[in-house]
């Protein structure tokens, strides 16, 4: 009796085990733009982040999925009273991929690298204000600033201020070497890079032992991959037309969330008339963000009215400050000089927002007499015409990097703004790192902008995802430009 | 023969000089500096000088064009700016993806091409010829990446037998390879082969009214027979020159199809290398696919030999 009890039970076990299949441990995902290399310490393009953030290298703290400053590398630190003096200890235990060990002598080489004389971190001026790194003992390190930073943490959780090592460092480009929960296995160029799970990582392990980015350029092909599930997750594409076929399918999961990407008609400050304060309070009076967001983004987008993103909890909503009304807009217009409008032109990047957004304004600016011609141009034509050189009278960009208004701040930038009331508000933001005050400073800058009309805020970019019903935890916003694999698994 | 072929060398070498000049000066015009592209907008103007400098992009123009025909000539293509890897690894990958994909769909386009050319123009006048031309005549009209689209939807997401794109390489083996290959070679290949049978079509028909195709019929040669052996062979110049043609266009102009089934392919890596400003792999790529129009076209010529003697003794 006993012994075809457990027969039984042995048999009953043996069933249990065969239908109770364990979860997909692999995930496809498609991404429309390659990155130029594997190294996000030396390049701007949002493709390298966008596999290798989180996933691969890890900063000493890290931004996550609501935009908050989390311990990385760093498990803690301590700021001194005068806001100059960091202590990080570091976690202990932490390897890179190649099997060597993490400690402070490694973070001490990437700051140092990242700000050095002939560095080419894309984006230098996030480590501008450290005076010294210092190795204290190889858990601990201290970072003196020349001046108190309010955003300093913060900076140091951006894809381009990973901890990379000494030694892998130069090869990181094609063989990238983190020490994040997955580890680099392949890229084939042009077709796809693979990650797959690291058994030697110091945290929670993931849950998925393979993932691996595709490259799908046109959001045409992405749409089929993901019917025919040759993909799985399609996190950030601008899909258009493609949407509706999507959105009425149970076995997806369509996610709109937010970006850091201001969407702005960029306007030359300096450049007559558009140095005139009515000209330009003119323009913004005859953006209708509806019109636009309903034509370039689909529907999706969240209105703005100054530099700010709506995700942040120091945002105000300023899109009142110069409401839609053309007859006000021609009033404007008149009293600045111009009752019968002028002739300008407006140069437009290729991507559809731009090139659509922009037909939208041209034709609203057409309406109170303002004649903007449309001038296409590539992306290496416009940072050099519009960015670089300010040859331009307006065109429209989305400012896809976090936090980012100090930018109005630069001299010499694009928009060629200058106003020392503005650049006083950001010189006390920089130096406060008091969270109530901050917030209220970030006020006052986003009102400074908005009341100057500096350029004609439109909407903050969507994040327009989809991925199988079943997948369960990519990030549904983007506070910044990266895929963080690190929750992501798939529901039973 | 040999002279008629030694001219079309010297012709073809003096062709690649002139290329390269071309190529190199025509880039450098257009406007776009790569380290600003690769930093971005945040980048201070220190790291773009530093990038600069690690590209060698502040040397002189002549300097550069030099150093960059001096490698050509070992077969040295540089280093790509955007991925610094060797420019020759670069294309070779691409090379893999993009020269099978190229010759089956030639290959493929000729074997439904030229069957049909013929079976069009032995019924010329009658219904079969009207509706194949006309299906013909839909063909070359069908945008390709449409058609390609309709292949995915059908194969690979109603019926699931092929993947909707992408391109496993060939590690994976031969078989996933091929399959990966098949849907964008018949989009390329049915809107070409129906410009081949219209071509095949028309010079049969020409061939099909000379003399000697009388003369090999009142000889009593069947209709089939005088086709296939006699007309055929004489109709074959003009297949060959537009074959030569389209073989060139199945290796650069498929950035199109390489999109819709994201293939690895020579056309996207060149349509990216513009769009990052990787100058030296755009160069470089130009050139390649200069010399391999030129091979080509010279391969052409020299099948025009074979098929027709005269051209073997009269040079």
């Known amino acids: 009796m006993t012994i075809w009890k457990s027969v039984f039970a042995a048999a009953l076990m043996a069933l249990a085990s065969g239908t109770a299949h364990a979860a997909r441990t692999d995930l496809v995902l498609g991404i429309p733009l390659e990155p130029p290399h594997l190294d996000p310490t030396a390049g701007a393009a949002a493709a390298i982040d966008e596999v290798l953030y989180a996933n691969v290298f890890e900063g000493l703290t890290r931004i996550g999925s609501r935009g908050e400053v989390l311990p990385a590398l760093a498990e803690s630190w301590m700021i001194s009273d005068d806001g100059k003096t960091y202590t990080f200890k570091l976690r202990t235990g932490a390897k890179f991929h190649d099997g060597t060990d993490f400690d402070a002598n490694d973070v001490k080489f990437s700051l140092d690298r990242a700000r050095a004389d002939d560095s080419t971190n894309a984006q230098k001026g996030l480590f501008a204000a450290i005076d010294t790194a210092d190795v204290v003992d190889p858990a601990t390190l201290r970072v003196t600033l020349k001046n108190p930073q309010g955003s300093f943490l913060y900076n140091l959780g951006w894809g381009d201020a990973v901890i990379v090592a000494p030694e892998s460092a ?18 084939a160029k042009g077709s796809s890079i693979t990650l797959v799970k690291a058994d030697s990582y110091w945290g929670e392990p993931v849950a998925l032992d393979r993932a691996e980015f595709r490259i799908i350029p046109d959001a045409a092909a992405a749409v089929p991959a993901l019917l025919s599930g ?3 997750a399609l996190p950030n594409y601008q899909l258009g037309d493609a949407l509706p076929q999507v959105e009425s399918d149970p ?13 702005i008609l960029a306007i030359n400050n300096k450049k007559p008339p558009f140095d005139q304060l009515k000209v330009r309070q003119a323009i913004a009076h005859v953006i209708d963000r509806k019109a636009i967001i309903d034509g370039a983004s689909g529907g999706y987008g969240v209105p703005i009215g100054s530099h700010f993103s709506p995700a942040n909890e120091a945002y105000i909503d300023l899109t009142g400050t110069y409401a839609y ?5 021609r009033e404007l217009l008149t009293e600045a000089g111009f009752p019968n409008g002028f002739k300008t032109t407006l140069k437009l990047p290729p991507v559809g927002y731009a090139r659509d957004g922009g037909q939208i304004i041209a034709s609203e600016l057409r309406g109170i007499g303002i004649d903007a011609e449309i001038i296409p141009v590539e992306w290496a034509d416009w940072l050099k015409q519009v960015f670089t050189e300010k040859d331009y009278d307006l065109s429209i960009v989305s400012h896809t990097e976090p936090n980012d208004i100090d930018i109005y701040a630069r001299k010499d930038y694009y928009f060629n703004y200058d106003n020392p009331a503005f650049d006083k508000v950001l010189e006390e933001l920089h130096l406060t790192s008091d969270g109530a005050k901050r917030k209220e400073l970030y006020g006052t800058a986003q009102k400074i902008l908005a009341d100057d009309a500096v350029n004609g805020f439109l909407f903050e970019l969507p994040k327009i995802g989809i991925w199988d019903a079943k997948v369960e935890g990519l990030w549904e916003n983007s506070p910044i430009q990266a895929n963080d694999l690190t929750k992501v698994r798939w529901a039973d | 023969m040999t002279a008629y072929l030694l001219r079309r060398i010297v012709s073809g070498l003096v062709t690649l000089v002139v290329a390269s000049i071309v190529v190199f000066s025509v880039l450098e015009v257009i406007p776009g500096d790569p380290a600003r592209l690769m930093l971005g907008m945040n980048a201070t103007d220190d790291a773009v000088q530093a990038l600069r400098v690690q590209m060698g992009l502040d040397q002189g123009f002549l300097i550069r064009y030099f150093h960059w025909t001096g490698g050509l000539l070992t077969l040295d293509f540089g280093k790509s700016y955007t991925y610094s890897v060797p ?7 691409r090379v893999t993806v993009s020269l099978p ?12 091409a030229i069957p049909v050319g013929v079976f069009a123009a032995a019924r010329r006048g009658k219904p079969a010829d009207t509706i194949s031309m006309a299906v013909a005549q839909v063909g070359v009209a069908i945008p390709n990446f449409w058609f390609a689209l309709l292949l995915v939807y059908l194969f690979a997401v109603w019926l ?20 990966a290959l098949i849907l964008p070679a018949i989009a390329l290949a049915l809107p070409q082969a129906a410009i081949l049978a219209r071509v095949s079509r028309s010079a049969l028909i020409e061939v099909l009214g000379e003399d000697f195709i009388r003369m090999a019929r009142a000889k009593g040669l069947s209709r089939n027979a005088a086709l296939w052996r006699h007309a055929l062979r004489n109709a074959m110049l003009p297949v060959l020159t537009i074959l030569g043609l389209q073989f060139a266009f199945l290796l650069a102009g498929t950035v199109i199809i390489e999109n819709v089934f994201y293939l690895p392919g020579v056309g996207r890596l060149v349509v990216q290398a513009i769009n990052q400003r990787d100058l030296i792999v755009v160069e470089s790529v130009v050139m390649l696919l200069v010399a391999s129009v030129i091979l080509i076209n010279l391969l052409v010529d020299m099948a025009y030999a074979v098929v027709d003697p005269r051209l073997r003794t009269r040079a």
């Not at chain 1, 983190?178 to 680099?184: A, L």
């Not at chain 2, 420019?87 to 990958?93: H, Y």
Request: proline share 8%; charged share 20%; hydrophobic share 45%.
């Open chain 1, 325 to 329: 009304d053309p007859a006000k807009a």
């Open chain 1, 170 to 187: 130069e090869t990181n480009k094609e063989k990238p070497v983190g020490t994040g929960p997955f580890r680099f296995d392949r890229w």
């Open chain 2, 160 to 179: 699931q037998l092929v993947p909707a794109g992408g391109f496993p390489g060939w590690q994976a083996g031969i078989g996933p390879a091929l399959k």
């Open chain 1, 230 to 232: 040759d993909v799985q």
């Open chain 1, 251 to 263: 076995r997806f999961k369509v996610v709109i969330g937010s970006t850091e990407g201001e969407t």
């Open chain 2, 101 to 112: 994909l190229a010759l089956i769909a030639l290959a493929l386009s000729t074997a439904i």
């Open chain 2, 87 to 93: 420019v020759g690894e670069l294309i070779a990958e």
